[in-house]
C-alpha cells in the first residue's frame, strides 16, 4: 500500500491510514478496525484448524494403512514359506534326484522308466494337493531338457524369454529360490495367454550337489487376494519387489507403475500425485527374504472432507464477523487518549529505556492501568540493576570455589605419598622433599586474586618434578623450555600444576622408565602459549571427547577431567572465551595439553608477592 507521492505505506501504521480514511465517528472507526481485525484472527484461526484437520487425519491414515501394510506383507509371507517348504521335500527325493539323473542317460528297461516317472509324477500331484496356490510344476535335468510337468488350471509353460530370464537370475545361488513373472499359455484365455508368478530354485541334494531345475507356477491370486485390503474400492495402489529388485506383482497401468519404479529409494511415508490423485505411500521389507510392498492409500475422500470444513468454516466466519461488529457497536467508548499515552509508553520501554513513565489522567481501569505500568517499569529496572550485581558476585564466588577445589587437590595426593615414603625409606633426602613441599604450599595458600609470573609457575613445576621424581621408581625425563624474556610475564596461580599433576597420577601410572614430560612456552600471535606433552598411556576418544567438550560426566574409573575442566573454567571466566586449553592425545603415544593465555607484563606488587 502506498500513500499519495508514491512514499509506501509502513505495515504498522495500516490501521490508522484505515481509520482516517472512513469518515464518520470513532465508533465507526473502531468498528471497522476491530471487524478487520477478527476476520483476520478467525480466517487464521481457521487455516490452523484446516492444517491440523488435514495432519491429524493425514497422521491416522498413515498409521492405519502402515500397519495394514505390514500384516499384509507378513501373510504374504506365510504364502511364501509354504511354497519353500513343499518345494524342499520334493527337492530332497533321492527316487526324484535319480530318475533326473537317469533321464539324462535313459535305462534301457522302459518300464522301470515309465515306472519312475509315474512315481514322480505322483509325487508332484501330492505337491500341487498340499500347496494349491501351486498350479504347475516343471522339473528340468542338468542339460536344460524338461524331464516332468505336473499341473492343475490352466495354466502352461512360460514363455522362452521369461524362461530364459529366470535362469539367469538362478546362476548366482545355490538352492535359494528366486521369484517373477511370466507371460504361460493359457486355455481359457482369449488370446492364449495369461500372466503368472514364476518360482524357480536349484535341486541340490543332501550333499549340495545339483542334479536339476525346478520351476513352479502361481496364479496373480495367490498376491492379489492377500493384498486385497489395500486395494479396497479400487482406490489404493500396491507395487510388490522381489529379492532382487524386478517386479512382481502391481495393480498399476505401465505409466503408474515406472512412476512407482522411481520411487523405490525415496524416503517413507510419501506423499505421490498419480492422474490427479494424491497417494499416501508407505514402504515395508520382509526381512530376510527380501520382498519389499509399498502400497499407495488415496487421499481423495479426506480432500473432499476438507472442503465440505471450509465451507463451515467461512459460514461460521461471517457469522462471528456480524455478531462481533453488533458487540464492538454496544461496548465501545471513546478512550483514545490514555490507550495513546500506554501504547507510547511501552514502545520506548520495549526500546530498552526503563525510565519511561505514562501520564495518567484518568482514575479508571485505564488509569489502574498506567499506574500498574509505572510501578512495572520500576521494578524491571530494579531487578536488572540487581541481576547485574547478581552475575558478578556469582562470577567472583565461583572463581574462588574453583581455586579452593584446587588448592588441596594435588597437595593431598604428594602429603599422602611423602608420608609413605618417610615410613618406609629413613633416607636423608627427605628434608630436601619437605622443604619443596613448603615452597609448593606457601604458593598454593595464596589468594585467587593474587597473580604471579610464569618463572614462579615453572619454579613450582620443578618442585613437583622433584618430589614425584623421588616418590617413582626410575627416572623421569624432564624438559622446560622458556625463553629469559618470557618469565616474567604475569599469570594466574596455579595453571600449569592440576595439568602435570594429572601427567604422573594418569599418564605414567603403568610405566616404569622411559618417562618424557616436555614442557614449552613461547609468543604466537599475539598470545601466550604453553605445552605440556607426555609419552604416557594416552586416552582413548571417548575420553578425549569427554575432556573437550567438559562433561561432567566421564567414564568410569577415569576422573582425569577434575584438573583440566577447573583449568579451562578458571580461564574462560578470567580471560574470556578466546582463550583456552586444547587437548590432543592417543591412545598408547602420549598426551599434548595446549594452554592459550594473554599476555600480560610488569610486576608483582608487594602484597601480591607475599611476606614470607
Not at 105 to 122: A, G, I, L
Not at 232 to 247: F, I
Not at 494 to 502: A, C, D, Q, R
Request: overall charge neutral; proline content about 3%; aromatic content about 8%.
Amino acid at each position: 500500500m502506498k500513500f499519495k507521492g508514491g512514499s509506501r505505506l509502513h505495515p504498522t501504521n495500516w490501521p490508522g491510514y484505515i481509520a482516517g480514511k472512513i469518515k464518520g465517528s470513532f465508533k465507526i472507526k473502531l468498528i471497522v478496525l476491530l471487524s478487520c481485525m477478527v476476520t483476520l484472527a478467525f480466517a487464521l484461526a481457521g487455516w490452523m484448524v484446516y492444517r491440523s484437520n488435514i495432519q491429524l487425519m493425514e497422521d491416522e491414515i498413515s498409521k492405519q494403512f502402515s500397519i495394514a501394510n505390514e500384516q499384509a506383507l507378513a501373510r504374504l509371507e506365510m504364502s511364501f514359506q509354504e511354497i519353500n517348504r513343499v518345494s524342499q521335500s520334493i527337492i530332497l527325493n533321492p527316487s526324484i534326484e535319480l530318475f533326473l539323473r537317469q533321464n539324462i542317460v535313459p535305462v534301457s528297461d522302459s518300464y522301470t522308466q515309465f515306472k519312475n516317472r509315474k512315481y514322480v509324477e505322483e509325487q508332484l500331484n501330492m505337491l500341487l494337493v498340499d500347496a494349491p496356490s501351486i498350479r504347475s510344476v516343471f522339473l528340468y535335468n542338468e542339460n536344460g531338457e524338461m524331464t516332468v510337468l505336473s499341473k492343475t488350471g490352466a495354466s502352461g509353460e512360460p514363455g522362452t524369454d521369461d524362461l530364459n530370464r529366470l535362469m539367469e537370475k538362478l546362476k548366482p545361488h545355490r538352492g535359494n529360490m528366486v521369484w517373477g513373472r511370466a507371460e504361460a499359455a493359457s486355455t481359457i484365455d482369449q488370446d492364449g495367454r495369461r500372466t503368472v508368478l514364476v518360482a524357480a530354485r536349484r535341486m541340490l541334494n543332501e550333499k549340495l550337489i545339483p542334479y536339476g531345475t525346478m520351476v513352479m507356477v502361481m496364479e496373480e491370486s495367490l498376491v492379489s487376494k492377500v493384498l486385497r485390503d489395500l486395494t479396497e474400492n479400487g482406490s489404493g495402489k500396491v507395487l510388490l519387489l522381489e529379492p532382487m529388485g524386478g517386479m512382481l506383482y502391481s495393480n498399476t497401468d505401465q505409466s503408474e507403475m515406472e512412476q512407482l519404479l522411481q520411487l523405490t529409494e525415496a524416503n517413507y511415508p510419501r506423499y505421490v500425485k498419480m492422474n490427479g490423485i494424491t497417494y499416501l505411500f508407505v514402504r515395508h521389507e520382509l526381512i530376510p527374504a527380501g520382498f519389499t510392498l509399498y502400497g499407495g492409500a488415496s487421499l481423495q475422500e479426506i480432500q473432499r472432507k476438507n472442503k465440505d470444513i471450509i465451507q463451515v468454516l467461512a459460514f461460521a466466519g461471517i457469522g462471528v464477523i456480524l455478531l462481533s461488529a453488533l458487540l464492538i457497536t454496544i461496548s465501545t467508548r471513546t478512550l483514545l487518549t490514555p490507550l495513546a499515552h500506554l501504547m507510547q509508553g511501552l514502545r520506548t520501554l520495549r526500546s530498552g529505556d526503563f525510565t519511561v513513565r505514562v501520564r495518567v489522567d484518568s482514575g479508571d481501569e485505564l488509569g489502574y492501568i498506567g499506574d500498574s505500568f509505572n510501578s512495572m517499569a520500576e521494578q524491571v529496572s530494579e531487578l536488572i540493576n540487581k541481576v547485574y550485581l547478581a552475575q558478578i558476585n556469582q562470577r567472583e564466588s565461583e572463581l574462588k570455589a574453583i581455586q579452593a577445589q584446587l588448592n588441596p587437590h594435588y597437595l593431598h595426593n604428594l602429603f599422602n605419598e611423602l608420608y609413605w615414603k618417610l615410613y618406609s625409606n629413613d633416607q636423608e633426602e627427605a628434608a630436601l622433599l619437605i622443604n619443596a613441599i613448603s615452597e609448593m604450599l606457601k604458593y598454593s595458600l595464596k589468594s585467587v586474586q593474587t597473580s604471579t609470573t610464569l618463572g614462579e609457575e615453572l619454579h613450582q613445576i620443578r618442585n613437583y618434578i622433584k618430589i614425584q621424581t623421588e616418590l617413582f621408581t626410575g627416572e623421569i625425563e624432564s624438559i622446560i623450555q622458556a625463553e629469559e624474556s618470557l618469565l616474567n610475564l604475569r599469570m594466574m596461580r596455579s595453571l600449569l600444576l592440576p595439568v602435570v599433576e594429572n601427567v604422573f597420577v594418569h599418564a605414567f601410572r603403568d610405566m616404569e622408565k622411559d618417562r618424557v614430560l616436555r614442557i614449552k612456552a613461547f609468543l604466537f600471535n599475539e598470545a601466550l602459549h604453553i605445552e605440556v606433552a607426555d609419552n604416557g598411556c594416552g586416552m582413548d576418544k571417548e575420553t578425549l571427547r569427554s575432556l573437550t567438550e567438559a562433561e561432567a560426566v566421564l567414564p568410569d574409573g577415569n576422573k582425569t577431567g577434575i584438573g583440566y575442566n577447573s583449568v579451562l573454567r578458571r580461564i574462560q571466566l578470567v580471560y574470556g572465551p578466546a582463550y583456552g586449553v586444547e587437548i590432543t592425545s592417543s591412545k598408547g603415544k602420549g598426551t599434548v595439553v595446549h594452554m592459550t593465555l594473554p599476555i600480560k607484563y610488569g610486576t608483582l606488587e608487594s602484597h601480591e608477592e607475599g611476606n614470607g
